[in-house]
Structures are given as structure tokens and as C-alpha cells.
């Protein structure tokens, strides 16, 4: 569904991607994980057409995508729910999600307002928060609005940058299940990225860390979870812990 | 009595040039807060629509007509002058987009001159001369208009921004420019749209403003630069309080009229300005958070 190949993005003099190559499959969960700075989220906006490569290509259903067509990338089916949420904060909950149809809304009016209620349905907290200002939800109900509001885009790709940044446990294992739900019920590839290793290889069918520029483990998630080098780097599973098991 | 009727009657010629001063102010603050740019050229929208209008009139339209038409081409002028100026230079610095508007103002008051000349043209009351008497105070029914339809313009874009589907695209793209952009909103189009409708709005105020005070080419540079500092002191990107700081602005300038001399008039717009630059300088209104509304 999604092949880049060869990637390379500069920021300024900054050689952030350096040859990325890797392909995602229609209906998988893919998981990329690296440390900070490794350019994971710098990936992502080239894939959406927000940082221009250098070269390489990025091929989405047999089409190539060309930078700065922003627009154009969402309505072929790829969207960005970005680092840190970025939700319209003066705008009201309801507002948030309805603006993600953009795209579709002038010509598709009713089916926007029947995914709207299927959205809500996927996150019933919202039901009671419609008309708050998105400014003033809790970390974890604005993620939900980011990913609710990214939903409402039907996106046949959807990519998600850190989705469980600063949230507590109980609430990352939430936001892992709606994602596997998401697959589950709307067929709908994601492209995961996330510092909460563990959780997101549990649930991700492939995956591939991402250092400093390159990838350089990749593979099915159940066999980078047992993944020595993995386990010590990411894992926080030390020697001597298991030395403890 | 003598002193509360001269003091109704100030208030009233404030809030009339307030209401100008509004209608423009709204346009920096739309154009600031999508584009990030200052668009120096506000004023001659205002110009070109006064001038437009009596053209029209002069030809034997009906006054309505006159007006809506003389609207219309200004707004299309500045969809050009923003897909023609604007858009191209989209990347380069503000410095560069400053100069440019600037440019475009000085293009706009040369061909001013061509079509109208350099002499103040006069543009019949929308209802007649027949001043209305009001505890003792006369009020032009200019006055009233000029009120009127700013504020009626205003409750429009109310509307628009908070309640129309566009709008909130649009004020999406305002909180949140980069997720407006991830969500497929065009911030170059709403960029076109925004120009578009300040000249609009710019050309009514300019309209609305000429039978009290006249038209001519350079009608534009003082206007301009009021409702520029009106939006300044409210802080630029809060469109209330840039009406708040129109009116205030209007109210000020016509009680230094009234009870000092119109000599001071600019000059206290002036100083207001370097007083909230200098001392609070993300606008009068700013909440200590420092919250954008
Ligand atoms: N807009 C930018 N301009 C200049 N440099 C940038 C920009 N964005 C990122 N960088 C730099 O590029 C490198 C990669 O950044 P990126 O945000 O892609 O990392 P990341 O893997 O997403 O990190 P994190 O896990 O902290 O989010 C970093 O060194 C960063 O400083
Ligand atoms: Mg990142």
C-alpha cells in the first residue's frame, strides 16, 4: 500500500533521513520505534508532504506523492495525526472532529455527519464534552480528539505520531486497543509511532526501528519483541533483570 | 444641557468614525492571523470603494446598487491583488510582503488619481440631510448608518466565523495553522478568501464614511493607519478587541476634537500607540495569560 524508497530529508544542512526504505501492507498495524531525534517525526511529514525530500520516493497505492500538495495527500487517503495533538484549541470538541472531513465535506455532507456519530461511538467520552473548547480537555481526552478528529478524515492510511506522549499507562493501553479496533472495524492501515515500545509492538503486525536517520531492525513485531538488542535498547529489560527471572 | 448634548453629540461622531475604523481594523486582524501578514494596502480598499461608489452614482445608479456593485469590485480587486502580489511571494520574509503591500497601496492611490483626479469627491447622505434631534444633540442620520452597518457587518462575520462550516475552516486555520494544514485546509486558499473579504469589508467602511467626510486618493492613508493602530492595541490577532480598540480610538479622537483641538486628534491615536507598545505590548485586552483568542 505504502512503499518509500531510498528516502532522504534534510532539515537545512541536517541530514536527517538517510536512505529509508520500507513498505506497509493494506490493513496492518505498522510500528516504527527510535530513539529522540532519530527523525521518526520528520518521516512522517515528509510522507505528508510537509518537508520536502531530497530524494527517493514514496509511492501510496501505485501513485507517487510529491511534496507540498498537502491537500492533495489527504484526499488520496493519507492522514497525520501529529506529535503532541495538535488539536484546534479555541474550537469546540465537536467543531475539532468535524473539520477533520474537510476534504470530503462540501460533497459528502451526510456521510460526514453518519461518521461523525460512528466516531463518537468509538470514543463515548466525547458524547459528553461536545461543546467544550478543545483547549481545555485533558491530555488524554484531547488525544482522542486528535485521533477521532484524524478518523472523520476516513482515512485509508492513517499515521500517528506518538500517540500515547505523556499519558498514563492505563490510558496508553486504551488508545492501543482503539487502534486495533480501528483496523478491526474501518480496515484501516496505521502507521504507529511510538516511544511505548512494548505496547506498540504488542499490538503492530510488522515493525522497524528507526536510528538516527536509518532503519535498522525490521521485522515482524512478535520477533522484534524477543529481539536481544531490542530488549536492552528500548525494552528497558536489563541483563540484570532477566539475570533475577 | 448645553454640555450633555455637546457630549452626546461626541459620542456619536466617535462611534461613527469608531465604526470605520472597526470595519478595516477586522480586515488586518483576518489577514494578520491566516497569513501572518500586514497588509498595509486596508486603507485604499476603502478608498477605492468610496470612489467606486460615486462613480457609479454619478453614472444614475440607484444608490443600493451603486454600493453593492462598488462592494463587489473591490473584492475581486483584492482576490487579484492577493493571487497576483500576495500568493507568488508567499515564502519570502515579511519584510519582503510589508514592502509589498506598501507598493501595492502606492499602485492603488496612482491609479486613483488617473480615474478620479486629486480633488475630494462628495457622495450624497444615504437618507437625506435632515439631521435628527436627539436629547438636545444633533446627530447626522449618516451617523446612524455608518453605525449601523458596521455593526451589522460585524454580527455578519460573528456569524460566519462561529457559525457557517467555512468559517470555522477558516478559524481553524487562524488557532492552528500546521493541523488546519494536515486536515487538507489550504491556508493559500483561505489566504484568497481572507484578502478578498477585508476588501470587501474595506470598501463598505469606505462608502459608508464618504457623504460625512468626502473621497479622495489618499483617503486611505489616515484611515488606514487609525484602524491599524485600533488593531495594534488590541492586540492583532483578537478580533473583538481590535473593534474595542476602533472604538476607543473614534470616542478619543473626536472628544480631543471636541474639547481641545482637532490638531491633537492624530496625534492621541499616536500616543495611545506607543503607550500600549510600550507597556503592553501583546495589546490592551490581553488577558495575563497571554492567551490568542
Ligand atoms: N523543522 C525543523 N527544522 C530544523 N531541524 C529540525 C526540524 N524538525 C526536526 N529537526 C531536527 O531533525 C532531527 C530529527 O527530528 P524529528 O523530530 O524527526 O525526531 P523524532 O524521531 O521525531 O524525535 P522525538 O522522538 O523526540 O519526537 C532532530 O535533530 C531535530 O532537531
Ligand atoms: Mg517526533
Redesign the interface.
Known sequence: MLVVDNLHTYHGYLHVLKGIHFEIKQGEIFAMVGSNGAGKSTLLGTI?G?YKPRSGTIVFENEEISYGK??KI??KGI??V?ERR??????SVK?NL???S??R?KNDKKSVMEDFEQVLDFFPKLKTMLDRPGGLLSGGEQQMVAIG?GLM?KPKLMMLDEPSLGLAPLIVKDIMNILKQMKKTFGTTILLIEQNVKAALQIADHACVLDRGEIVIQGKASDLLEDEKIKDTYLGISKKERLKL | MELTSQFIQLIFSGLTIGSIYALIAIGFVIIYNITGLLNLAQGDFAMLGALTCISFVNMGFPLIIAIAVSVVIVTIIGGLFERLAIYPARNSSTATLLIITIGAAFVFRGISILIWGTQPLALRPFSGNQNINFLDATIQPQSLWAIGISLLSLAVLYYFFNKT?LG??V??CV??R?????????PQKMSFWAVSISAGLGALAGIVIAPISGASYDMGIMIGLKAFIAAVIGGLSNAPAAIAGAFLIGILESFTEGYLSSGYKDAISFTLLLIVLFFMPNGLFSKVSGKR?
Open positions: 505528508a510537509i498537502v491537500e489527504v484526499e492522514c497525520l501529529p495538535q488539536i484546534f484549541d479555541d474550537l467543531d468535524l473539520l477533520g474537510y476534504h465535506y478528529r478524515a | 462550516y470555522k475552516a478559524t481553524a488557532v492552528n500546521f493541523a488546519a494544514r494536515l486536515m487538507g485546509i489550504s483568542v
